[in-house]
């Protein structure tokens, strides 16, 4: 597998099975360029390209599941999600600067946490509010 840029907007990457090459958009500034990775690799490992969409009908499943692998794999780590939570309150793009990801990856991943991850945020961030 190779991986490429071009210019490809308003595409932000696409994989082309028959090259097994992954293409991002040149432009892409560095969040992006790992979300997007994150995303096309997601796919693959999903294996949504071993089948033809059936006409189009699982297209918005498969991208979703992409978009939900990818985010998982771009946060895995719920100290650093409750660290930028900590260190910019109530700012969802400061906290995604921080984390190095864009903002939808991170706002994707909230959406997604286990009560566990949210307890162990929550009990991060009374912790902070106690210290205050
Ligand atoms: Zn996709």
Request: charged share 30%.
């Amino acid at each position: 597998m190779k991986i490429g840029l071009a210019k490809i907007a308003p595409l932000r990457g696409a994989w082309i099975t028959t090259e097994n090459v992954i293409v991002l958009d040149v432009d892409l500034d560095q969040a992006n360029c790992n979300a997007t990775l994150a995303h096309e690799l997601a796919h693959i490992d999903l294996k949504h390209h071993a089948h033809q969409a059936p006409a189009k009908w699982f297209a918005i499943r498969w991208e979703r599941e992409a978009d939900d692998l990818a985010c998982d794999r771009l946060l895995d780590n719920v100290d650093e999600i409750a660290e930028a939570m900590a260190l910019h309150p109530q700012n969802l793009d400061m906290a995604s600067d921080y984390l190095e990801v864009p903002s939808d990856v991170l706002w994707r991943r909230l959406t997604r946490l286990t009560n566990a991850e949210k307890l162990l945020i929550v009990e991060r961030l009374d912790r902070i509010e106690r210290a205050c």
